[in-house]
């Protein structure tokens, strides 16, 4: 059974940073691809960041680029999301996924396994 548990959410203030992590488990995570995606209160599910199976590449979201460091841990079988400079509107649901048959996945239908997410809230 996948299970992929996040956590390192909370309520901060604007300007602060924040590092989400995500642990998986029940999967060979070596042979997947890593994602985060958010989505706030009556809004769809968003890509944010996702990084290669092998840790080589990533990518990220053009409207969020330059705020976010994401990274993994095989050893720990655990992806990373730092935000920095948080703003009231990066409020949402931050979900962590896993995709095994794409090399950079940014769409939503491209992940098999999500986390139950972690609530990020930005206080003004």
């Known amino acids: 059974q996948v299970q992929l548990v996040e956590s390192g959410g909370g309520l901060v203030q604007a300007g602060d940073s924040l590092r989400l992590s995500c642990v998986a488990s029940?999967?060979?995570?070596?042979?997947?691809?890593m994602g985060w995606f958010r989505q706030a209160p009556g809004k769809e599910r968003e890509f944010v960041a996702t990084?290669?199976?092998?840790?080589?590449?990533?990518y990220y979201a053009g409207f969020m680029k330059g705020r976010l460091t994401i990274s993994r841990d095989d050893v720990k079988n655990a992806v990373y999301l730092r935000i920095d400079t948080l703003k009231p509107e990066d409020t949402a649901v931050y979900y962590c996924?896993?995709?095994?048959?794409?090399?950079?996945?940014?769409?939503?239908?491209?992940?098999?396994?999500w986390g139950q997410g972690t609530q990020v809230t930005v206080s003004s």
């Open positions: 990084i290669k199976w092998n840790g080589e590449s990533v």
């Open positions: 029940g999967l060979t995570f070596t042979r997947y691809a």
């Open positions: 996924a896993a995709a095994r048959d794409y090399t950079l996945p940014t769409r939503v239908y491209e992940y098999e396994h």
